[in-house]
């Protein structure tokens, strides 16, 4: 299973979001409404990894529109982050989700969706071309920095990796929607914490 012969050689960012419409590059496509590409400007800077669409998401087919996505604007916004050198993006562009009763409950992709995915991430990064990727959560590490890396030690400093797309520059934080799941006590915390690695990467670019 993999996204690869789907993916248009040489295609800008507009190209790639069309053609990935058709991706059938593993079984997420049939449940899911649409395929959730990359949005931003496509000569950003900075390029903001996720895990993959919500629900919110899948129906208006942008990424991080929905809860996740309202922490997350609000916290480069607090970092000082200028949404016009921003990219933002999902490891995998389709929903996972399985029904209970009438609502759709999120599933975390397995590896082979991961996988079969990271060919349109790497067509965004090598295209964008950013100074820094900023990697939110378990998931984005596991496609592009490997299953051993560790995201709560690893977090908040500026590191370069040799990957497919060439010698990149990374910072690893965590997913705005584990903010969301900590308990009351602990989210004040969390959220700055989150807002202080955001700053971090800002500084970086
Ligand atoms: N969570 C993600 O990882 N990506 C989105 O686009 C929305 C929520
Ligand atoms: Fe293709 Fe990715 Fe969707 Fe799977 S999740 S069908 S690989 S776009």
Redesign the pocket.
């Known amino acids: 299973m993999s996204?690869a012969e789907?993916v248009p050689e040489g295609a800008g960012i507009a190209e790639l979001r069309e053609a990935?419409q058709g991706?059938?590059?593993?079984e997420?496509?049939e449940p899911a409404t649409q395929?959730v590409f990359g949005a931003g400007s496509p000569k950003a800077s900075m390029l903001l990894v996720g895990e993959q669409p919500g629900d919110v998401e899948d129906q208006r087919g942008l990424p991080f529109v929905g809860p996740a996505g309202k922490v997350l604007q609000k916290a480069l916004d607090e970092a000082g982050a200028d949404r016009s050198t921003l990219y933002v993006t999902n490891a995998?562009?389709?929903f996972r989700f399985e029904w209970r009763g009438k609502r759709r409950i999120h599933q975390t992709p397995d590896t082979s969706?991961v996988v079969?995915?990271r060919p349109?991430l790497e067509a965004e990064i090598r295209r964008v071309d950013p100074q820094l990727v900023v990697v939110l959560g378990a998931t984005a590490a596991k496609s592009l920095l490997g299953s051993g890396f560790r995201v709560t030690k690893e977090r908040g400093v500026v590191f370069e990796r040799d990957t497919p797309a060439g010698t990149r520059r990374f910072l690893a934080t965590i997913h705005p929607s584990a903010i969301l799941r900590m308990d009351a006590e602990l989210r004040d915390q969390g959220y700055a914490d989150f807002v202080a690695d955001l700053r971090t990467a800002v500084a970086a670019v």
Not at 23 to 26: K, L
């Open positions: 996204a789907y990935a991706c059938h590059g593993c997420l496509w395929t995998v562009k389709h969706n079969a995915c349109w």
